[in-house]
């Protein structure tokens, strides 16, 4: 019901919005700040309740394939810490929207609640068809939003985003097309089963066509090219919307669609993992030159995100919840960002960082924010960014050193971009005169202000965040399996045992022979020399406990490694086939 | 003489092609809209002539079908005449050569 | 009352900077803010109460230490880490002097910040800075140290560009953050190293001794030698970012934008001595690795010498006490390197007196000018502020180590480890010793220069000079007896090892097992005590015959041409080192802007081009009249049914 409430319900609340007036954004407002809350509570609910999912409805048929598409959908920890990110931003957007835009409010929370909605079918929806359906859906809202709300070049920003975003996800429509031709069902697990049985090269194919929606829509050097005009055109809310939440549809993408189907050959890995890289660095070095304020975000955003997805692709045991926790944390700190840079743009009529300036003493509770906000994105321990990006700093570095240094030089980048727009912005003085444009309200200061504190919450305690995640366990990937798949129950479970063949495991190895000191040999003996050296009974017993129980770790680690992820269950099913 | 079924269909097929070729050939949009309404009833005539053709239990769909089409032809008119009426109003000529406003 | 939980510690610094931050925050708006009374009052209130929690901590203190885990942290496959607190004897010496160094300073700030209009945020600030100090001194893990590590850089980026209206108090400050930033990196990637070692338990500092003396008991030392010795680099790299060393050393000096009180508390008292805290933390880790020990030493060496060569041509009274700070940060790197982490430590505590009561001296100094730092416009202030003159010539002889004072001792032993300790002692005993000379040439130059001789600024300016109230002097007062008695807590040749003791249960393992595989000379104490002393009499002559008579008439006529400000200028080359990277990053940068982006947006606009051109071309075919599309749409329908009728079906 949940489920439904939060797919259906925003599109049910933007048809309501029509219904209010267009001349009073107070009236509408209110209405619109009550669906938001709704939508946040109910979104939190979501997370709260755990895996679930509706019952499998028949939707329709496509033509040539063997089953119908349904009308599906299951919540899992990551796509309920998704949904959460577009209410909650959503709801912020709809609070600074209304100081923002003072006619015309009405559509612009239409435009939202429909937005929110399809991004709420993106990460929930369990169909292929379905979430394929949403993720093209999301696209229209946003551009209507930028055409209509954006700044001087929005016209061409929004042509740019539509028809970049589509002609992007035109190759994997065709792919998932073919694909559901083969499959008995357009569900992860029988399109992973129809995929095994096509040749490498089409395999391979039909893995670009889904990369490429999903590089596009993250979006990854070198497919970045709508993204900076979009953000920074877009109306400030909306670019929050679309870095917070939009944007993780790609890391969601790889996540929950990517993995699970295809199976990944090391070659493909190894390039997903620089490419991400690459886009980190790339985005550091042009957020570092940037003058346009919310370029300057934008390019931000592409950096921590191009982190994501090398993350991602590290596929490390841990590799979930520090993506997760990642994702989250930088949802709520660009949020908060692009909120603030809107606010500022409309109190000093500008957004190029050049000639803003001094705001923290113009304006010292806005600067406090701005400057305490940025500082939540440098990630700085006890922060939800630190905890993120430390975790997948550490998946890196089970690929190797390389990675890991690569990624540490972009934390230091992104200290040096986010500090020089921090001074350019609220110290020094400002390089122009200018009339103060409308301040930051209480409501807008302390709902960004909920989110900054919300990153130190999870920052001192992730466990929020990471205990939601129980992402294709089990019990879930057999209710999934039971609807549609019988056969494929058995199968999962068999391969579970079987040896893990990716990259991570010979990194364990290599691990594993440095602490090889830890056998039950290496034990007597070491007991032996404590014996010698004088250390009593006692001593001896609960130092070789500890031992053990270190060593133990280890092993228990490489195990849970073999019964953590489903992905590569589901990727070694098909290569057993 | 007896009504042979294909006189019917023979009838049908001249109106149909009368119609066309008014729909076609003249550049006047109320012929044209005059054209297309003589092909469908050209068609439902086809219809009726079949029905004849087929046994009874059959037959009957070939008479309820024209009745359908006629009601929808009658919607279809009055659509096409309120936008033969704007269409006028915008560019003060009944003469469809000058409706090219598509051209890239 | 042994019995008090250990996050007590960090919790009222923790509640003083929420309380001050939403005062600073709701009186913003205000013209005239909070009373400055009751807000200094809270600041200096929350780091008393800490203060006196130590106390009362460190005398119940079990000889072991105190162990307490609070809760988990992080928990998730690879890493698990719980936030607990470890107070040992270092811990304890560490935080007896962070808390009471930082009571006294936040008690000096409310003189010295008086009527600024950033007063309450600036003890916002300082009780920041205090939490995350005592979070990295008291935590039990290096995760949580690195929390600190980071917090505490965080709050030195925050004050040093406290005075954000001036961009280059700005970019001193991003300069700091982002220099810190490189070796915070460094302690990052160390831990990770650790990590591939033991799993994400290893982090914790007793299980990584555990661990460390299980290689050692076990004989597998070898085996896990190289991965430590790189995780023992990294972290170094975390030091010698966080202590200025080389080569991360040009932070600091610019870092003196800062208002007085935050260089004697950050940047010279208790911040910049964390990496030599870390060392003597994993000291056991260390003393396996003692190629990355000679490192140390050398860093160590290379730094205070180079910075006290600096120091000699500086005219700012405060970048002078910045590059003295570095100087000394390098002779506790030097004892480290040289196994003698309790030595280290022991500087770090009589360092923290004198150099936070020079630092204050010169705050003081500074108020009483109203703002001036050039020594070239002082002079002869110890007519007009006799009790500054005397704290700061107390503190002098402290630093420089003239028999009998906290420097003394400490230097002392750190020269006399070096010679015993270390490979080569003989060679960094006399780079330690020559080191003390230009030390005390150079904290000469400034006592004579500022205290001495003739006023050399404007007259208008001198009616005004007066000595600090006194809040300001109080701190000064306790801090200059801190720099005479200090060092009374482990005099050697008098046969007072109290220090030592108290480190014993933390360092001396490592510094045992580390000595005890070479072997350790033995020379009388006394040689190196008269050694010590003549070094800095020597000192003080030289100071005096070049400052003291000749030099000071020609500087005077020169200071209106010389150059000032807060530009790096005595860092030898290391700022230009860095400007390469800095141009190298830009340089990417660039190349990323207008080369690889333009070539991507002209791929991305000429298909966008290429895409209108062939739809133009297309759209052509509808340039007809209605008809004929009509016509032809027909002949295609007609075309479509004989293809079918023909073939027999379209597929």
């Known amino acids: 019901m949940l489920l439904h409430l939060l797919v259906l319900a925003p599109f049910a609340a933007a048809i309501l919005m029509m219904a209010t007036s267009k001349e009073d954004p107070k009236s509408s407002s209110r209405l619109a700040f009550l669906f938001g809350f709704a939508f946040v509570a109910m979104s939190i609910a979501l997370i709260a309740a755990g895996n679930q999912a509706t019952e499998a409805i028949e939707w329709f048929q496509i033509p040539g394939a063997k089953g119908s598409v349904y009308y599906y959908l299951y919540s899992h920890g990551l796509g309920a810490w998704m949904v959460f990110l577009s209410t909650g931003l959503s709801l912020v957007a709809l609070i600074t929207g209304r100081n923002t835009f003072e006619t015309n409010y009405r559509n612009f929370a239409i435009a939202i609640f429909a937005l929110m909605g399809a991004m709420n079918g993106t990460f929930l929806a369990a169909d292929a068809v379905l979430f394929f359906f949403f993720f093209e859906a999301m696209v229209f809202p946003a551009a209507v939003l930028i055409a209509g709300f954006g700044g001087a070049d929005r016209k061409k920003a929004a042509m740019t985003f539509a028809i970049y975003t589509l002609v992007g996800s035109a190759p994997m429509m065709v792919a998932l097309w073919y694909l559901v031709s083969m499959a008995d069902n357009s569900l992860v697990l029988s399109l992973a089963v129809a995929l095994q049985n096509l040749d490498p090269s089409m395999q391979m194919t039909l893995l670009l066509c889904f990369l490429l929606a999903f590089l596009v829509k993250t979006p990854v050097f070198p497919f970045h090219g709508w993204q900076a005009i979009t953000y920074a055109e877009a109306p400030a809310p909306l670019s929050a919307i679309l870095t917070g939440a939009m944007s993780k549809a790609g890391v969601f993408g790889f996540i929950a669609w990517i993995l699970p189907i295809f199976p990944l050959s090391m070659k493909v890995v190894d390039g997903m993992l620089w490419l991400g890289l690459l886009t980190a660095i790339y985005g550091a070095l042009m957020a570092l030159r940037a003058t346009d304020g919310k370029k300057l975000l934008a390019f931000s955003s592409m950096s921590h995100l191009g982190l994501a997805v090398a993350g991602v692709f590290s596929l490390s045991e841990s590799m979930l919840p520090a993506v997760l926790v990642l994702l989250v944390a930088h949802g709520l700190s660009a949020g908060a960002q692009f909120y603030l840079m809107g606010i500022a743009e409309r109190f000093a009529g500008t957004r190029n960082i050049e000639q803003l300036g001094g705001l923290a003493a113009r304006n010292p509770v806005f600067g406090s924010l701005f400057g305490f906000v940025a500082v939540l994105s440098l990630a700085v321990p006890g922060t939800a960014g630190f905890v993120g990006e430390f975790t997948v700093l550490m998946s890196l570095w089970d690929m190797g050193p390389l990675p890991a240094l690569v990624a540490g030089l972009c934390l230091i980048l992104s200290a040096a971009y986010m500090l020089r727009f921090v001074q350019k912005v609220i110290f020094g003085k400002p390089a122009r005169e200018y009339v103060d444009g409308k301040r930051m309200t209480a409501l807008e200061g302390s709902s960004i202000s909920i989110m900054g504190v919300m990153l130190l919450v999870f920052g001192m305690h992730p466990a929020f965040i990471t205990n939601a995640l129980q992402l294709f366990d089990e019990s879930a990937v057999q209710e999934m399996n039971k609807v549609t798949h019988p056969a494929a129950v058995q199968e999962s479970q068999t391969v579970e045992a079987s040896a893990d063949t990716t990259g991570e495991a010979e990194v364990d190895e290599n691990i594993a022979a440095v602490a090889q000191p830890m056998t039950e040999d290496d034990l007597r003996q070491l007991d032996s020399n404590l014996k010698a050296n004088g250390f009593s009974d006692e001593e001896r017993a609960s130092l070789i406990a500890q031992l053990k129980a270190m060593s133990e770790s280890e092993v228990a680690d490489a195990h849970e490694e073999a019964a953590e992820s489903n992905e590569a269950n589901v990727k070694e099913a098909s290569e057993n086939e | ?104 | ?651």
């Open chain 3, 1 to 651: 009352m042994t019995n008090l939980p250990l996050w007590i510690i960090p919790l009222f610094p923790l509640l003083g900077t929420i309380l001050l931050g939403t005062i600073a925050l709701i009186s913003s708006g205000s013209k005239k803010g909070p009373s400055e009374g009751f807000v200094g009052a809270l600041s200096v209130l929350f780091p008393a109460i800490s203060f006196l929690c130590v106390v009362l901590l460190a005398f119940g203190m079990p000889e072991e230490g105190i162990r307490q885990t609070l809760c988990n942290w992080i928990d998730i496959p690879m890493l698990k880490v719980d936030i607990g607190f470890l107070f040992d004897g270092l811990s304890r010496v560490m935080l007896l002097f962070v808390t009471g160094i930082g009571s006294l300073i936040a008690l000096y700030s409310i003189g010295y910040m008086h009527g600024d209009r950033g007063f309450t945020r600036f003890f916002a600030y300082i009780n920041l800075f205090l939490f995350s100090m005592i979070v990295l001194v008291l935590s039990d893990s290096l995760l949580l140290t690195f929390l600190g590590w980071e917090g505490v850089g965080l709050c030195s980026y925050l004050l040093i560009g406290f005075w954000n209206h001036d961009l280059n108090n700005c970019k001193a400050a991003n300069k700091a953050f982002i220099v810190n930033r490189v070796g915070d990196i460094g302690f990052l990637l160390g831990m990770l190293c650790l990590a591939t070692l033991g799993g994400s338990a290893i982090l914790n500092y007793d299980a990584l001794n555990k661990f460390i003396e299980m290689l050692i008991a076990g004989g597998h030392v070898e085996l896990a030698t190289p991965i430590i010795a790189v995780a023992g680099l990294l972290f170094f790299v975390g030091c010698t970012g966080k202590s200025a060393q080389i080569p991360l050393l040009t932070w600091l000096p610019d870092a003196m934008a800062g208002p007085t009180p935050v260089s004697a508390l950050i940047h010279a008292a208790t911040m910049v001595t964390s990496g030599v805290y870390l060392l003597a933390r994993l000291s056991r880790m260390f003393s396996v690795i003692p190629e990355v020990l000679v490192v140390v030493l050398i860093v160590g060496m290379l730094t205070a010498f180079w910075a006290a060569v600096a120091g000699l041509f500086q005219n700012d009274i405060k970048k002078v006490l910045a590059y003295s700070t570095i100087s000394q940060l390098g002779y506790m790197f030097m004892a480290a390197g040289a196994f003698a982490f309790d030595a280290s430590i022991f500087h770090v505590f009589t360092h923290a007196f004198f150099k936070a009561a020079l630092f204050l001296g010169a705050g003081a100094v500074i108020h009483a000018l109203a703002g001036e730092q050039d020594m070239r416009r002082m002079g002869g202030l110890i007519k007009k502020t006799p009790v500054t003159a005397c704290v700061m010539i107390f503190a002098f002889l402290a630093i420089i180590g003239f028999p009998g004072f906290a420097g003394f001792w400490s230097k002392d032993l750190i020269l006399e480890r070096l010679y015993t300790n270390a490979p080569f002692g003989e060679f960094f005993y006399f780079a330690g010793l020559l080191t003390a000379v230009i030390t005390a040439v150079y904290m000469g130059r400034l006592i004579i220069m500022t205290f001495f001789g003739e006023y050399r600024g404007s007259k208008e300016k001198e009616a005004h000079i007066h000595e600090a109230p006194a809040s300001m002097l109080i701190p000064m007062v306790i801090l200059a007896f801190g720099a005479v008695f200090a060092g009374y807590l482990w005099a050697d040749s008098m046969g007072i090892k109290f220090f030592e003791q108290t480190l014993a249960p933390v360092v001396s393992d490592a510094q045992n097992y580390a000595l005890g595989r070479i072997s350790v000379a033995h020379v009388n104490p006394m040689t190196f005590a008269c050694f010590g002393t003549a070094a800095a009499l020597l000192g003080m002559i030289i100071a005096y015959v070049i400052y003291g008579t000749k030099r000071l008439p020609r500087l005077h006529k020169k200071w209106g041409s010389a150059p000032e400000g807060f530009k790096a200028d005595w860092t030898f080359f290391f700022d230009y080192i860095h400007e390469i990277f800095i141009v190298m990053t830009k340089a990417f940068a660039f190349i990323a802007d207008m080369i690889v982006d333009k070539i991507l947006q002209g791929i991305q606009w000429t298909v966008g081009a290429i895409v209108e051109i062939v739809g133009d071309g297309v759209s052509s075919f509808q340039a007809r009249k209605v008809r004929v599309q009509l016509t032809l749409s027909l002949v295609g329908v007609v075309a479509l049914i004989a293809v079918v009728l023909m073939t027999g079906g379209l597929i």
């Open chain 2, 1 to 104: 003489m007896e009504l042979q079924p294909i006189y019917i269909q023979i009838l049908a097929l001249v109106l149909f092609t009368l119609g066309l070729v008014t729909a076609l050939a003249r550049r006047n949009v109320f012929f044209v809209l005059m054209g297309v309404e003589l092909a469908l009833n050209a068609v439902n005539l086809s219809f009726v002539g079949f029905a004849k053709t087929l046994p009874a239990a059959e037959s009957v769909a070939g008479q309820i079908v024209p009745l359908f089409s006629i009601a929808v032809a009658a919607a279809e008119a009055c659509v096409g005449l309120a936008l033969v009426i704007l269409i006028f109003r915008n560019r003060e000529s009944v003469d469809s050569d000058n409706y090219s406003n598509m051209k890239g």
